[in-house]
């Protein structure tokens, strides 16, 4: 049975949590993945781009010249699609690109990137997660401690206001909870950070 370990804050191994095989296997389902990710990332498209119909383009809508004997093309409106100025044909229009995969999909997803991180050596647990002074560059120190390179995500199993205040001005530090974290919060950083209290909370949300 594949297990945890756990640190404290001076990177010391306390205990270990064991996990069902099930979470964390030898193989990461990369197809139950790319579907939660795309749906997150299409849900985050704002569709704003719009564009004017001919209906909608300010001018005359008087034939500009007489339909024969002219020697020109036969034309309409200013505001006809083929003239300079004119409405545009089948032009985007403010929509919502979002849509939604079944319940198990998603949390299956949020399981396999969860194993993708313990396989890769990416996750790591610790006892629990302070600010133990309101200086950002103490906590930082923290951080450097338990040696993570590049973008953290840190979970806690609750709200906590002294760590979001220590922690907003460091560029490479994400806090959430475990609560709200998706699929797509943690393949987007490179080390996932943990207590011991919200990896408990995770493990029943993927069960």
Do not use: W
């Amino acid at each position: 049975m594949p297990s945890v370990p756990v640190y404290d804050n001076h990177g010391k191994k306390v205990e270990e949590i064991d996990v069902a095989e099930a979470v964390f296997s030898k193989r990461v389902n990369d197809h139950i993945i790319h579907q939660a990710v795309v749906m997150y990332q299409a849900s985050l498209r704002q569709g704003n781009a719009s564009t004017k119909e001919r209906g909608s383009v300010e001018g005359s809508g008087k034939k500009l010249f007489r339909q024969k004997g002219t020697g020109n093309a036969r034309a309409g409106d200013l505001r006809s699609p083929i003239r300079k100025g004119g409405g545009v044909v089948f032009g985007p229009h403010p929509r919502d690109f979002g849509y939604s995969v079944p319940k198990k999909v998603r949390i299956a997803a949020l399981r396999e990137t969860l194993n993708a991180k313990f396989i890769t050596n990416d996750l790591y647990c610790v006892d629990h997660l302070a600010a133990t002074t309101a200086k950002t560059k103490d906590f930082a120190k923290t951080l450097k401690g338990f040696n993570l390179q590049g973008k953290v995500l840190a979970l806690l199993d609750k709200s906590d206001s002294d760590i979001s205040k220590v922690s907003r001005n460091i560029p490479f530090f994400n806090l959430m909870r475990a609560d709200d974290v998706t699929a797509y919060d943690i393949l987007r950083n490179k080390k996932l950070l943990i207590t011991k209290a919200a990896l408990k909370v995770l493990l029943k949300r993927i069960k």
